[in-house]
Every structure is written in C-alpha cells, then in structure tokens.
C-alpha cells in the first residue's frame, strides 16, 4: 500500500483529497496544527500535529520516511497574526523539496489560477514562487492550480459569496467586470488521486477550471438560486471606496488573528479575475472539471446551508456590538464611579466592597469587550461576558432587588446580551 502525506489535511481542499485518497485505497497520514481540527474533519486518516513552516530540514526527512507520495494543500490568503505567506508557500516548500532531494517522492502541489511571481497579491506571488522551487529542485512533481473552489464545506471567500447570496431581497452589485471559473472541489480530490497514482505525467503544471468564466453578479444569483431563495427585488451597487474602506478594516483585523475573506487581497483577487486554462490538464489525459451548474448540482442545498449563509454574516455583527457595549460599559463607569458608587452607597453597602464592585467591574467589562475582538480569545471571552452577566444579576438580587421592578428594566436587559453572547460561543470554530 502507497504511503501519502498531505499537507493542510484538514482544509477546505485537504480534507477532500485525504478523503478521496483514503477511499483510493492509499495509506494517509493528515499533517496540521490543530488538532480540534483534525478530528472535526472526519478524514478517517491519521495525524501528526505539526506547525508545517517549522519544520527542518532534518524533521522532514524523517517524517517522509518511507512516503511515496506528499500532496501539499497548505495556504493562507494572507500576511496575518497565525499566518506568514512567505513562510507557508516558500520556506516550507524549500525545506520539503531538500529534504526529498536525491528520491523518487512525488510531490503533488495545490496552487492557484493565476499564480505568478508578476501577480498583483503577494499571495499569488508566494504561491508561485513555491511553484518554482518545485519545478527546478524536485524531480518527481505535479501541480495543479484550482480556480475558484466550491464545496459542501465553505470558508473564506465561499462562505462569504453564500453568505452575500443569500441576503434578504437584496443581491449586492459589485466588481461586473470581474471574470471567475469555479472548480468542484471532487475535481480537485480527483486530479490528486490520478497524480498519486502516476497517471499524471511529472511535469504537468495544470490549471484546474470549468471551461466558462461568470461575472461576479452572475455567480452571486446562481449561487442565490441554488440556496432556494428567489430573485433579488433589489440590486444594490457597491462602490469602490466602500470596498477599498471595507478591506483596509478587514486588513487590521487580520492582525487580530481573523482571517476575514474581505480582506485586501481576496478582493484584489476577485477584481483581477479568477481563470484558469484547463488545456494543459487535458493534455495530460485529466477528466474535465464539472461546470458551475454541474457542480451546484451536486452539493446539497438545505435548510441548514442557508441558516449557515446566514449566520456568517450575523456572527462578525454580534461580536461588534458585544465588543461595543462591553467597552462603553466599562469605560462609561470608569469615567465617572462616583455616580454608581452612589447607587450602592444608598443600600448601605461598606465602603471598600463598593470600591471594589465598580471599579473590578468596570475594567472587567473593558476587558472582555477588548478580548473578544483577538481571535484566539474571543470563544472564552463569550464565555467569560455569559458569567459575568450572571454575577451581576446575582449580585443584583441579594443587594439591589428594588432594580428588577425598574421600568426601564436595567437588570432584564442582561438577558439578551448573555444570548447573544452564548450565540457566539456556539458559532465560533477553530480551524
């Protein structure tokens, strides 16, 4: 039985491939740095939980050790606080390509349509300068450059044309000129299985696409259709500024750990266009990729997809307003304690024990509202706002129970924010 690694087993692609490679009758082991991720990719293979820029030279030799067959189907989008292009698309490959020097291992590589180290994204440029390293330095190699992947699963910009498709009576106008092929995702599994299995000549550099290009629009309604939602009643032009201020806001987060599809370079990506030549993968004997229509056939469209399309957009907005009303808070009580000291004060509370509630409390609150916007902490400061929110009301019934018959109804108020706090724990995935 062959042995396969795959890099980034557990991705929009790698789990695919794994999947497929597994079924294949091949000997899979998954490499990645989450294991929560791992197991929810139900790939049914093994792991080695490793960050795959960190790995040496020397590390890699030893892991490959008796492989066959390395189908590298790591990324990222983007420069961020998790993600370093040039370390994940260059330095990893570099490290693998030396450390398989002198062996017949076959390196399957996943890139990108339209990866060229003269591309206007530095993520099409690292991708294609992996790309070359493996063309000059390995000796046994394919790689295969998918346009615009459409899955069951869906993350980044998927997740967002779903998301944006389904918006209620309204479709957005956005980027008419741009040109985009999609590929099945099976397409993509398939293409790896054939190169695992040497029926893909090395050598082969091949772009992965169905044969008809659609302007953004056109997607986005054929998308809508496929989710069982009528025509938009409204289109809504989107302009360049607002995208532009969009991605700018998308890029700073990024630096908080959110890899948010509307950063900078996935639009730059989507106005230059995603198209791919599928000419060379015929040449190489490769069945054609499925066309859009084809392809949205085949992925089931359900209530819960459109609860999911839904929810995306939802998800960004809830931790937002946490955030705010978190911060305004606090800060609003740091600015002037002496006005809900008073409050206190009036039910015969001691002195230092009032000091203590409202100050504590106040950075408390200015704390979880900071914390939920870093994405590493932002499922544990849901948690963290879910139990604050309840000392409160506890402490609000043994100090001040007169609060619960307020009109205004300040402490029935909490309610809602610890729902949509635990809406956040609840839609929050680790990837």
């Known amino acids: 039985m062959r042995k396969i690694v795959v890099l980034g087993g557990y991705g929009l692609i790698g ?10 009758g091949f000997e899979v082991t998954g490499i990645g740095r989450s294991m929560p991720s791992a197991i929810a990719s139900d790939a049914g293979a093994r792991w080695l ?8 030279v020397a590390e890699w030799q030893e892991l490959l050790s008796g492989v066959d067959v390395v189908v590298n189907a790591s990324g990222a989008l983007q420069d961020g606080a998790r993600d370093d292009l040039t370390a994940i698309h260059v330095t990893a490959i570099a490290r693998l390509v030396d450390a398989a020097s002198g062996s017949d291992l076959r390196i399957v590589q996943i890139s990108a349509a339209g990866a060229s180290e003269n591309a206007s994204t530095r993520f099409l440029q690292t991708k294609a300068k992996g790309d070359a390293i493996i063309a000059s330095n390995a000796r046994n190699w394919v790689i295969l450059r998918p346009a615009l992947v459409l899955s069951q699963d869906a993350y980044g910009g998927t997740a967002l044309l779903r998301a944006a498709a389904a918006l209620p009576a309204v479709q957005p106008q956005l980027l008419p000129k741009t040109r985009i092929q999609t590929v099945y995702v099976g397409d993509i599994a398939r293409a790896a299985v054939a190169a695992a299995r040497d029926e893909v000549p090395s050598g082969t550099i091949a772009d992965l696409a169905e044969s008809e290009a659609h302007s953004f629009p056109d997607l986005l309604a054929s998308v ?11 289109r809504v032009p989107v302009p360049d500024l607002l995208l532009r201020t969009v991605a700018r806001c998308a890029d700073l987060l990024g630096h908080l750990g959110w890899r948010s599809p509307l950063r900078s370079t996935a639009l730059q990506v989507l106005r230059d266009g995603v198209r791919g030549d599928p000419g060379a993968w015929d040449l190489a ?24 399309a839904r929810a995306y957009l939802a998800l960004p907005l809830a931790i937002g307003t946490l955030s705010l009303f978190w ?50 902490w932002a499922k544990r400061a849901a948690l963290g706002m879910i139990g604050l929110s309840a000392a409160y009301l506890a402490g609000s019934v043994l100090t001040a129970p007169d609060m619960w018959a307020d009109p205004l109804g300040p402490m029935v108020k909490v309610f809602p924010g610890m729902a949509l706090a635990a809406v956040v724990w609840l839609l929050m995935e680790e990837r």
Request: charged letters at 20%; glycine letters at 8%.
């Open 15 to 24: 789990s695919a491939c794994m999947k497929a490679l597994s079924k294949a």
């Open 49 to 56: 939980i490793r960050d795959i820029p960190s790995i040496s």
């Open 224 to 234: 809508r259709k496929w989710q069982g939602y009528p025509p938009a009643r409204f």
């Open 285 to 308: 004997g490769g069945p054609p990729c499925h066309s859009l229509d084809e392809t949205l056939s085949r992925l089931p469209s359900s209530r819960q997809e459109r609860a999911f």
């Open 327 to 376: 911060l305004l808070s606090g800060l609003i009580t740091l600015l002037d304690p002496l006005r809900a000291m008073a409050l206190l004060y009036d039910r015969g509370i001691v002195s230092w024990l009032v000091a203590a509630t409202v100050i504590g409390g106040a950075v408390a609150d200015v704390v979880l509202g900071l914390a939920i916007l870093w994405r590493p």
